[in-house]
């Protein structure tokens, strides 16, 4: 994985804006920004139930005023109850709040048909990313010879990758299907263990369900072959299940990990070891900026959860504001609070602009001469496919850049998009990818399609 294009779109887009600032005509009055899955980076509003609970923790004395709703009121009490001196910025357990880590192990009980979940298994941290370097480091020798090696998917999120090379770990790629929809084949994983024999030593599987950048959601099928997998080979299972409120498909719904591994019974159920991520950054509400994530860990030895304890410890707690965020996401207003009706309405509201955006990017690309796009089920992206002249690849070596970054400077330059290139996660070699997130408003969406759709006529037009 190589961390050298997007720097090179992110500097000449920071060009680009300080020349609109300074009022030089461009043929676009804005860059459109979808280069990061960061949902109110793009547009989307807050949820207000959520900043208004946040807005009382920080300045207490709004919970004995008229301005919020009663049930707001009554959450922000509660929430500075658990803190020492009631404060946001008192220290709390490394772990979390007890009482929040409580309400995280009650949701994931729900949330999986009544598969039980344990609090002193579940660790919050300042977001998922940083529970998944905390894992890796535990599983990854760095000093070990052969080195440890990770199974992770591509294309994959590249901070994950990154993380992986970090602790001292080899990435041994196995390559979704993207012709199937971009469906993780156990064949490929094979493979993709025979590749890695006699430089590395696999000790774990990483995969991101939903998919990030794919868009794929497992079924239930998959996830057993995956399970059953890395049973037999004897390796950690890592699940990052972070965009698990965003499901699109008709025919597929979110299955968690644990849940199709409970399911499936002893003596997979008691034995396979296996951590799950989830983050408040992602779904509706979108809180990226909180850095508020957590870890469930499934049948680790006590040895290894005591170490892990200690390890996680080590950077005291994770933010107040953050644990606050995963309560409110776990435990959100119910029916004949005052809030839930403002509430299901701004959260099916976004939900609509997700499902409008999917249908209609996916309905676009595929319109385009050069352009294939597979059905993006669920997730943040849609990761379309370039079928780029062979003109334009040509011009783009001779710059001495990728070909779906060249494709990505010009879109920026003369439509004023900003999106990833695919090189950024580790698509198969000779295919080129863009990634760009669909959580925006609908009318920044349409606003980005017609911009995209017009480029890349002329784009074709002048490579062909």
Excluded at 22 to 34: F, H, N, R
Excluded at 337 to 355: F, G, K, N, V, W
């Amino acid at each position: 994985m190589k961390q050298l294009e997007y720097p090179i779109l992110a500097r000449r887009a920071s060009q680009i804006q300080e020349i609109l600032q300074k009022g030089v005509k461009k043929p676009y009055k804005a860059i459109v920004d979808v280069a990061w899955g960061d949902p109110h980076r793009a547009g989307v509003k807050p949820v207000s139930f959520v900043r208004q609970v946040l807005a009382a923790c920080f300045h207490p004395q709004l919970i004995n005023s008229n301005k919020l709703p009663v049930d707001v009121q009554q959450r922000a009490q509660k929430l500075l109850g658990m803190c020492a001196g009631g404060s946001v910025g008192s220290y709390t357990t490394e772990a979390g709040i007890p009482e929040i880590v409580q309400s995280i192990s009650e949701f994931i009980t729900k949330r999986d048909g009544g598969v039980p979940s344990h609090p002193e298994t579940i660790y919050i941290s300042s977001g998922s990313q940083w529970a998944l370097g905390n894992m890796l480091r535990i599983l990854v020798n760095s000093e070990a010879s052969p080195r440890a090696g990770v199974l992770a998917p591509m294309p994959c999120h590249s901070t994950s990758t990154l993380s992986i090379a970090e602790v001292g770990g080899v990435v041994i790629p196995y390559y979704l299907d993207e012709e199937r929809g971009w469906e993780l084949q156990v064949e490929e994983l094979h493979r993709a263990l025979e590749w890695a024999k006699g430089f590395c030593n696999p000790v774990a599987m990483y995969v991101i369900n939903p998919g990030n950048p794919t868009g794929h959601v497992q079924s239930r099928q998959s996830m057993q072959e995956v399970i059953r997998f890395v049973s037999e080979k004897k390796l950690f299972l890592l699940a990052d299940e972070v965009y698990q409120e965003c499901v699109y498909a008709e025919k597929r719904t979110f299955l968690s990990y644990k849940r199709v591994l409970a399911e499936m019974g002893p003596p997979l159920s008691d034995t396979l070891e296996m951590a799950c991520f989830h983050s408040a950054s992602k779904g509706v509400m979108g809180e990226c900026g909180l850095r508020a994530g957590y870890v469930e860990l499934i049948n680790l030895d006590p040895v290894v959860m005591k170490y892990i304890r200690t390890l996680f410890s080590k950077d005291t707690c994770s933010a107040v504001t953050g644990q606050f965020a995963l309560d409110l996401m776990v435990k959100p207003p119910e029916p004949g609070d005052p809030s839930y009706p403002l509430y299901q309405e701004e959260t099916q509201d976004t939900r609509r602009a997700l499902l409008h955006n999917v249908n209609r990017a996916v309905e676009v690309f595929n319109s385009l001469p050069g352009v294939s796009c597979q059905p993006v089920q669920g997730g943040a992206f849609a990761f379309p496919r370039l079928h780029l002249p062979p003109k334009a690849i040509e011009k783009a070596k001779g710059e001495g850049i990728k070909p779906d970054t060249f494709y990505c400077l010009r879109l920026l330059e003369e439509a004023g998009v900003l999106v990833n290139p695919g090189c950024e996660y580790g698509q198969k070699e000779d295919t080129h990818h863009i990634r760009l997130c669909i959580m925006t408003p609908m009318e920044t969406m349409e606003e980005l399609l017609r911009r995209l759709s017009s480029f890349h006529s002329q784009f074709m037009r002048d490579y062909s």
